[in-house]
């Protein structure tokens, strides 16, 4: 496979959120007002100047505490985007798909769009929306950086090598490999849809204890017509292992 | 993809091109501005360490030497050369430009005077004198040469100092020299908390 | 740290306990993991489950302020179940040493106990000797009197039962804990400690710090790679600030701050440390080569005999600690008071006091980059302006990146940093402000006189200023880095070489103690030597046997004489031969050391290991402590107890605490039933002088909140995301609660213990509705050595607001 892709190690991600502070740094997004809403995550959610957020979980077992999840949410950068097909049939200058690295780039085209129509499409409910402005945003892979030869901001910000940036291929085979490794003291560990995106989290466990959109959502009803139109033409999605 | 420190040197060069060209074969018009590459043309690039916590995390910063940011910082990132951190860094350490360009910064001399309610800006000048003034009269009416046993003892009981694991050490060595000079016992700082 | 950050993934096994290391010192886990790809045991020890907890191999919780008992019982295991490093405890350690018979220990006291003044007669912590006064040993560690013997002894009372039932940890992990850490005992397996406050801040802090160095001892984890003692310090410079001595106990580089009854250099000399051991290097045997070169360095135009003068004297066994300082300001005794790069009204324990004191100043002058609760103190919270007469002075500092200059991490590595941007708006340097400030006090002088100007008109500026720039560009951290590593003041011949006036000394064995030479710094030495600024070095070659254990010799520069893993002539056995060649740090090749800068380059077997003690063996037993030689159990001085398992008394009877407070602390006071704790998270730094004014920070962790277990939520009616208050007799702070299942109730000594944890980042002047400091609740009390306050465990109560 051609491209550039991502693979987060969920096993060894601290939530030190440099990766979130990193995101906003190199693109010089603005701070959201936020408060503590009885959890250590803020933002709450991703916004439209969020494009990056590490959500963090307390996952139990049965009464019983069982472990702290961080999951450094962001755009998975589709190999077949649904949100870009179902972008193209408003405007296809509003999302776009850069062949040589693979990464899906939200336009000042994206005004030209139904957002609703867009944030349903994505099964990881990705895109968010400026209603002044009626643009959408996401991370867009720091394509600029990786154009000229730099990892993205988020990955060289990450200490512990959760985080790693490369080569499709190579990534796919490093990520298998890591999970074979894994899957000796954590037989539930999987890979997150490994054949559909970019961005192939490893997780301990099953993935939804994580985040609800940790992997495509498919079981998740809210896809829009125009959205589920998209996913029938895309592969069929699947958790590795 | 390794990135190392040759092909970073390289890429204030390229970055430039790569956006006139836009870099994709196409006319890309992203949501937010892009001038991200673009300020970092032209930007001096000098080596630093975190001024965080005790690690010594190294940072490559970007200050423009032109146009409305110049002599400001405009980029701040882990140094991938640098053997503890190999360019990476936590959440402060990302925000770091954030705190150097920022508008809360203390930018003027302030003074409050006594029973007033409120700072008036001042210059170096007018400041450093006073502080002077106060720190001579302090430290004449407080001097005591000899103890109770009578040993002599040299020093200044009115003045105390705190500060500072957040100086250089080089400063910190002129404080240390300049406070003991003063007479001063009462020396201070973080290490004790 | 003995160690630094890299060589954390040398170790086979992690100990993080008394330290959140994911959260606060969030680089280091990159190593820290790098450990366990290499398959090392990640063991996180803490009262709540923190983000060090999710990615550890194993977590117990206890409840806060037992960390003696825990250790102490892992020191009982090792010794029961022989499972210490035999030829390193006997070689390296004092283990074999036999302690005066009249030294003893009974219901928590050692011997030479003085109730009236709460301190110890230390004459009975002391060894027999033999005829030239070398300590007497047995090797065989069979003699009751031998350290080995009396410590078994010791903590025989540190039973599992008892340690589970004191800190509430299950016994089940209590065991688990104890046999895979004493597996690093095995000759060629190293464990390490990483800790920070979690342990520094009781009132029983250096004793817990002793009693893991006593286990890193008897496991022969000192000196080798991925072992040692760590220390995870909290800012970027705190050990090259303290390495400068701004403490009121030392001057710099750790000389013991000149005492009155010490009048002269002579007799401050006559305290220099001795050994009549022939084996012993006793570095500190050539301090006063060291003291010389320091008043040289302050005072170049005299003889160092005359600047000792100049130097102010403490009284014997005076005083001048953090706790001491604002307790005396709160007294009104003093006038003015400099707070440069600090914010004490917010990370001072009992912040109250602090803010009272500054009340009473006539002037303060604070230097910070931001607004904070020190410099605006006046109109905080109960503060009328009106009625404070206090001056203030704010001086706007450059920030890190607007200066050049170096900074030392906890690694000891002195690295140099550039300037890029200008400083912004007014600020300068502080270095251009310290410097200016004492031309114009010193101008003063020269123009009206006044008390003792000699000291002034003699410090060294020309190696501190540019004389081809002016104010505020003139202050030059190069000339003062060059001072630091020290020159030839005039020419001198040392053997066979003869070094000429002005040149940088090689290293600290060249100083002299008699003027010839002039260093800033003895432990900076090697800094800037004639070949240059060694703190810039960006070079990561380095040898096979280096690379292995990640040493970077060649990259920066570490003090001393660029040395990356202290005590390392312990790694290898006395013929020279690495404990673990498939790590070694240093190993002798038959003529010379090679790997690691040796502690010395003498021959193996030559001189002990440990230089830095008069008698070159590391102490098991430790004579010079103020609550002790050996560790022991005592309850903080608030708690929720009137007895502990350990002996009749309930708290150290060595805490320094404050005549007239003891009414303000809780101790089984029922309206205060809750354990409080502060601690740290990654997006704030310390007070929050500065992460609290950087929005993206503040975005991530807007507002201080209070970490509470769900029985006592259930228990208190609180739910995740309330508004709480917690209190006690010295104030009360606003929080939003977080009641999470990564903390549980324990029960210790028949009581459910429940825990209030809350951070101490927060302030009231900004974020507004951030709340204001923990510190309002924290204790003026300390520990006896190093009088850091007991911030970790202290009596709350909380509820709804």
């Known amino acids: 496979m051609q491209g550039k892709s991502f693979f987060v190690d969920l096993t060894k991600c601290t939530a030190c959120r440099g990766c979130q502070v990193a995101c906003k740094q190199w693109k010089k997004l603005p701070a959201e007002e936020t408060r503590n809403w009885g959890s250590f995550q803020n933002p709450k959610d991703l916004s439209f100047i969020t494009y990056k957020l590490v959500r963090m979980t307390e996952a139990m077992d049965g009464d019983k505490f069982k472990q702290w999840y961080f999951f450094p949410d962001q755009c998975r950068h589709c190999i077949y985007p649904p949100c870009k097909m179902v972008g193209d049939m408003f405007d296809d200058q509003a999302i776009l798909h850069d062949e040589e690295t693979g990464a899906v780039l939200f336009t000042e085209a994206t005004k030209n769009l139904d957002f609703e129509e867009i944030r349903m499409s994505c099964p990881y409910d990705i895109p968010r929306w400026d209603e002044a402005s009626n643009l959408q945003s996401k991370c867009d892979m720091c394509n600029d950086r990786v154009q000229n030869g730099l990892l993205p901001a988020c990955v060289l910000s990450c200490p512990t090598g959760t985080m790693q940036f490369g080569d499709s291929d190579e990534i796919l085979e490093i990520a298998k490999k890591r999970l074979e490794e894994v899957k000796k003291y954590k037989p539930n560990a999987a890979l997150t849809d490994p054949n559909d995106v970019r961005v192939i989290f490893l997780t301990s466990d099953n993935p939804r204890e994580y985040f609800r959109y940790a992997v495509a959502s498919a079981d998740i009803p809210k896809l829009s017509r125009k959205a589920a139109l998209a996913k029938a033409i895309a592969p069929a999605r699947q958790v590795f292992g | ?154 020093r200044t009981n009115g003045i105390c100092h705190t500060g500072s694991a957040a100086l250089d050490t080089e400063e910190n060595w002129l404080i240390s020299s300049l406070m003991r000079t003063l007479g001063l016992t009462y020396i201070e700082h973080q290490a004790r908390i | ?130 005829d030239q006064g070398i300590a007497k040993k047995d090797p065989s560690l069979q003699d009751p009197n031998c350290v080995f013997q009396l410590m078994k002894k010791h903590f025989e009372r540190y039973t599992i039962d008892r340690v589970n039932e004191t800190s509430g940890s299950s016994k089940a992990k209590l065991e688990e804990f104890y046999k895979t850490y004493a597996a690093t005992g095995a000759p060629d397996k190293s464990g390490t400690i990483m ?56 001057i710099p580089a750790y000389m013991p701050a000149p005492r009155s009854n010490l009048e002269s250099l002579e007799a401050y000399n006559a305290t220099t440390p001795k050994s009549p051991d022939p084996k012993s290097a006793n570095w500190w045997q050539n301090r006063p080569k060291y003291i010389a070169s320091l008043l040289k360095a302050m005072y170049p135009d005299q003889d160092p005999a005359v600047s000792y003068s100049y130097l102010p004297k403490l009284d014997p066994g005076q005083n001048c600690s953090w706790l001491v300082l604002f307790d005396h300001m709160n007294q009104g005794k003093f006038r003015g008071y400099f707070a440069w790069g600090q914010n004490p009204a917010a990370s001072g324990a009992d912040s109250q006091k602090t803010r009272d004191g500054l009340s009473k100043l ?140 002005g040149t940088q000394v090689p290293s600290f064995a060249m100083l002299q103690d008699d003027g010839s030479t002039a260093c800033g710094n003895w432990v900076y030495s090697g800094a800037w030597t004639e070949a240059g600024n060694n703190m810039a070095r960006r070079d990561k070659t380095q040898t096979e046997m280096q690379a292995n254990i990640g040493l970077f010799p060649n990259w920066s520069w570490a003090w001393p004489v660029n040395r990356r893993v202290a005590y390392n002539r312990a790694s290898c056995d006395p013929q020279g031969k690495p404990y673990a060649p498939h790590k070694a740090v240093i190993e002798w090749d038959g003529s010379k050391w090679v790997g690691d800068v040796p502690d010395g380059g003498w021959a193996p077997g030559e001189k002990h290991p440990f230089i830095m003690t008069a008698e070159g063996y590391a102490r098991l037993f430790g004579p010079g402590l103020a609550d002790g030689p050996f560790p022991e159990h005592f309850e903080a001085m608030e708690c929720p107890f009137e007895e502990h398992p350990f002996s009749s008394r309930l708290h150290n009877p060595t805490a320094l605490e404050f005549t007239g407070e003891a009414v303000k602390r809780a101790v089984c006071d029922p309206r205060y039933p809750f354990v409080g704790t502060t601690y740290r998270v990654t997006e704030h730094w310390q007070s929050g002088v500065l992460t609290r004014w950087t929005p993206w920070l503040v975005e991530s962790m807007p507002q201080n909140f209070v970490e509470i277990d769900p029985e006592l939520g259930k228990l208190r009616g609180i739910e995740s995301g309330d508004k709480v208050i917690v209190e006690n007799m010295r104030g009360k702070i606003e929080a939003v609660a977080i009641v999470t299942p990564r903390l549980q109730p324990l029960k210790a000594m028949g009581q459910t213990i429940h825990m209030v944890g809350t951070t101490w980042h927060f302030g009231w002047v900004h974020p507004t509705d951030g709340g204001d400091s923990s510190n309002l609740l924290t204790p003026a009390v300390g520990d006896p050595n190093t009088f850091i306050p007991e911030t970790k465990t202290f009596m709350v109560n909380i509820r709804k607001a």
């Open chain 3, 362 to 501: 006539d002037w303060l002058v604070v230097a910070n980059v931001f607004d904070n609760e020190t410099a605006s103190f006046w109109k905080g919270p109960g503060m009328n302006p009106a009625e404070v007469k206090t001056e203030v002075f704010i001086l706007p500092p450059a920030v890190f990146c607007e200066k050049e200059g170096s900074v030392t991490n906890s690694g000891r590595w002195v690295q140099w940093r550039y300037a890029g941007p200008k400083p912004m708006g007014d600020c300068i340097t502080d270095g251009a402000m310290a410097l200016e400030l004492l031309r114009r006090i010193r101008a003063l002088y020269a123009e009206e006189g006044g008390a003792f100007p000699d000291p002034i008109m003699n410090l060294n500026t020309k190696d501190v200023a540019d004389p081809t720039k002016k104010f505020p560009h003139d202050f030059d951290s190069k000339r003062v880095a060059k001072l630091l590593n020290g020159y030839f003041v005039k020419d001198v011949k040392i053997g066979d070489t003869t070094y000429k006036a």
């Open chain 2, 1 to 154: 993809m390794q990135i190392n420190r040759r092909n970073f040197l390289k890429f204030s060069a390229v970055a430039s091109s790569a956006l006139a060209f836009g870099g994709l074969g196409f006319n890309l018009k992203p949501t937010v501005a892009k001038a991200e590459l673009l300020q970092l043309k032209d930007a001096k690039e000098t080596t630093s360490i975190c001024c965080y916590c005790s690690l010594g995390c190294g940072l490559i910063v970007h200050t423009a030497q032109s146009g409305p940011n110049k002599d400001r910082a405009v980029n701040i990132e882990g140094d991938p050369d640098h053997p503890i951190n190999e360019g990476s860094l936590c959440a402060k350490g990302a925000s770091l430009w954030q705190l150097v360009e920022n508008d809360d910064r203390f930018t003027k001399v302030l003074y409050r005077a006594p029973n007033s309610d409120k700072f008036e800006e001042k210059t170096w000048d007018w400041a450093l004198d006073q502080i002077a003034r106060r720190v001579k009269d302090t430290r004449d009416l407080t001097f005591e040469d000899k103890n109770a046993m009578g040993q002599v003892v040299n």
């Open chain 3, 195 to 250: 800790y920070a406050m979690g342990w520094t801040q009781h009132t029983t802090g250096v004793q817990i710090i002793r009693a893991m160095a006593m286990i890193q001892l008897l496991l022969g984890n000192v000196g080798n790679a991925g072992g040692g003692v760590n220390a995870l310090r909290g800012e970027s410079n705190v050990q090259g600030s303290t390495d400068q001595a701004l403490l009121f106990h030392i």
């Open chain 3, 1 to 130: 740290m003995t160690n630094h950050y890299i060589d954390l993934m040398n170790s086979d096994c992690i100990l993080m306990m008394g330290a959140n290391p994911a959260e606060n010192h969030p680089i280091s886990f990159k190593w820290v993991m790098k450990a366990k790809e290499k398959g090392a045991t990640l063991l996180s020890v803490d009262p709540r489950f923190t983000r060090t907890s999710a990615r550890s191999d194993f977590f117990m919780d206890m409840r806060s302020g037992t960390d003696i008992p825990i250790l102490g019982g892992l020191i009982k295991y090792i010794l029961d179940n022989n499972l210490y490093f035999k030829d390193y405890v006997v070689n390296y350690t004092n283990a074999s040493f036999l302690v005066n018979p009249d030294f003893g220990f009974d219901d928590g006291l050692f011997t030479g106990y003085d109730p009236e003044t709460a301190t110890y007669d230390k004459t009975t912590w002391s060894f027999q000797t033999d």
